[in-house]
């Protein structure tokens, strides 16, 4: 497993004393509404850390990438709170989307629609479509807007559903299918810089989870007009670049929720050291203790699986298996910590008082975000059959 790196842990260092010191005295600013951080909220605090020298820092000045591992340390810090990662933009979708554009945009794409997210645009990915219209979810082969070329380029129309910060986006990145629906399916990637009259928001989702500027859109796709070279890598690899795209995605969401888990068991520390019943102070009660406990050893169980995967990818795996095996593991593990972190505070844990209840509802999302754990683990079971039959006998 490769070990942290000297900048790794500066850069972490500097990003969780800007989280601690100034972002968490924002935890509870009127901006933070039910859909996510307002803009404004979102701008003045990237401002805060683009002097601080903290806005995205998982890319370097350069524009190189830290490894997967390094980034690991770094987001696992900006996870310490909610606001963290939007503060510091190590958010989801954009830090996936900027993953993304780095590994196969060209170099005139990576101007248009890179810089401006590394500078702290904000973006959207358009993938995900409604299931009571039969469209793509866990399963992407459903996808069912469609891109057809004409003489200027491509048209595409469709719905989309759950498209975090598609309200606000400045960048979007669109899937659709690529031919026609009675052929063998082929999906490409467009990108296109939002807002756009063609895509048009219908109704903003009301979700469990808060943390996401924009929230989670249902969006309708009218009449689309791109450019071909808006196509972001080949026609009808879309799939292909959606891996590329999701394994690391999933593994930073494992990153970022692993410190605000982490930032919860904190909490419900302070508490169960200072607050007494029937005669003694709570940790010191067998049953309060214990769950603190279990969940330091679910943290680092936790924290070694993300370094397990981070350590796959940066040795040039497609890191399909590792993420899915990561992703289940971790969402599990740092659910179960909230939820003990909230039996802890009692009355004060389904509070707003302390960020808790907003970690137990957030990871109960991450749970089904980026793939339910059910689909993850139905994917390890036929890695498990095929390595098990061998190639003669599946």
Sequence with gaps: MMEQTPRSLEIAQRVEDFVRGTVIPYEHDPRCGAHGPSDDLVQELRAKARAAGVLTPHILADGSHLTQVETATVLKKSGLSPLGPVAVNTMAPDEGNMFLLGKIGTAAQKARFLAPLIAGARSAFFMTEPAAEGGAGSDPSML????????????????????????????????????PTDAKIGATMFLVELPNPAIRIERILDTIDSSMPGGHAVVAIEDLRVTDDQVLGEV??????????????????????????????????????????????????????????????????????????????????????????????????????????????????????????????????????????????????KGIKRAALGPQKR
């Design 144 to 179: 069912q807007t469609l891109a057809r070329r004409d003489n200027s380029g491509w048209v595409i129309n469709g719905r989309k559903a759950f498209i975090t910060g598609a309200r606000g986006a400045s960048v979007g990145i669109v899937m659709a299918r690529s031919t």
């Design 236 to 381: 009808d690899e879309g799939f292909r670049y959606a891996q590329i795209r999701l394994a690391p995605a999933r593994l930073s969401h494992c990153m970022r929720w692993h410190g605000a888990a982490t930032r919860a068991q904190e909490i419900a520390t302070a508490y169960a050291v200072k607050r007494e019943a029937f005669g003694k102070l709570l940790i010191d009660h067998e049953g309060v203790g214990f769950m603190l406990a279990e969940n330091l050893i679910e943290l680092q169980q936790a924290a070694l699986m993300i370094d397990w995967c981070a350590a796959a990818l940066d040795a040039g795996h497609s890191g399909t298996h590792e993420s899915s095996v990561a992703k289940v593991a971790v969402s599990e593990a740092l659910y179960r910590v909230a939820d003990r972190c909230v039996q802890v505070l009692g009355g004060t844990g389904v509070t707003g008082d302390t960020i808790v209840e907003q970690v137990l509802r957030e990871t109960r999302a991450f749970r089904i975000y980026d793939g339910p754990t059910e689909v993850h683990k139905w994917s390890i079971a």
